[in-house]
């Protein structure tokens, strides 16, 4: 039921504060991440294995993206992500040493299946993050961690991502306890700002008129891009698919990194481009680097939207407009610089009057190869 709201998609992206209070629900004791849940993925299997894989599609594979960032900075073991449908056909390096996280919030679909399928007769070991209890690919796995989001009716995935994200931010950490890669307070540090999150969540939905407002006053364009660096690139990568999914315009996400050794050729006058700026607070001076390409953007004509943390007030003299989020830990920072994309996509998606919940040519679940 859609209860008072205009759409599935508006409620469910509502629910994101719900969403990742559920999936955090009962996983942190004493500020220690506690997955008793995995079964035979215990302790010791845990620490046997020396490469995890994961593998998704669509947004479960950006998901999957932030995932290793996190995973490969906290648990210090290679992580790579495949798309599930590229996976088994690479002939993909893996043994009784490896970990195949796979990410559906369905469950059901059929290429992420037969990427487990392959692990498994590989003899990898297996762990399914789903949101569908008693899915295909979670009865399929060894391990499975419910995202419980609560279930996601339109076909444009939200509040799913968020919880895979938040899934995959537990499962690094716990794996990074395991392994001894990381002390409890590192731990408990990363834990805190992850019980912020939801209230976090609520501020930031309180207020979406100004992305509504936006949204109306793009409706006529016909290209969009965005730019994101570290975890801020699968954030670019989500806004673009959610935008090309619900408002059949052409959108393409980038790694900012990426803009000279090609893209900035299409940057010309009115070009929109939606950067997610990296908190100030990164290492490595990311957040200059990024601050830089917007200023190289604009000096060509481009329309800067900038989704950065409060306060930052070094983008204000080079963005058109800047979006806020709250503050939280860089790695983070995805699960809540993703909802003014996720809310852009519907609002521009309403204003041209289409479908939100079941845009053409999609269905909720892919069963298919
Ligand atoms: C995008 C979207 C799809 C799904 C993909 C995987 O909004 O919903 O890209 O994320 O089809 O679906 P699941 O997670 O059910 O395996």
Redesign the pocket.
Known sequence: EKGGWSSFMAKEIAEDPEAVANTLRGRLVDGLPSLGELGSLDDDALRGIDRVQIV?????AYSALVGKYAMEAWARIPVEVDLAHEYRYRDPIVDERTLVIS???????MD?KMAVQHAIAQGARTLSICNTQGSTIARASEAVLYTHAGPEVA???TK?FLAQVVALLLTGLHLGRVRGAMADDAIREVTEALEELPEQLRTLLADQDEIRELAQWMSDTRSVLFLGRHVGYPVALEGA??LK?LSYIHAEGFAAGELKHGPIALIEPGQVVFVVVPSPRHQQGLHAKVVSNIQEIRARGARVIAVAEAGDSAVLPYANQVLRIPLTLPLLEPVLSVVPLHVFALELATAKGLDVDQPRNLAK??TVE
């Open positions: 998704a599609c669509g947004t479960a990410i559906s919030q369905s469950g059901e679909t992420t076909v444009a995935s799913a698919l959610k999914e679940s892919v």
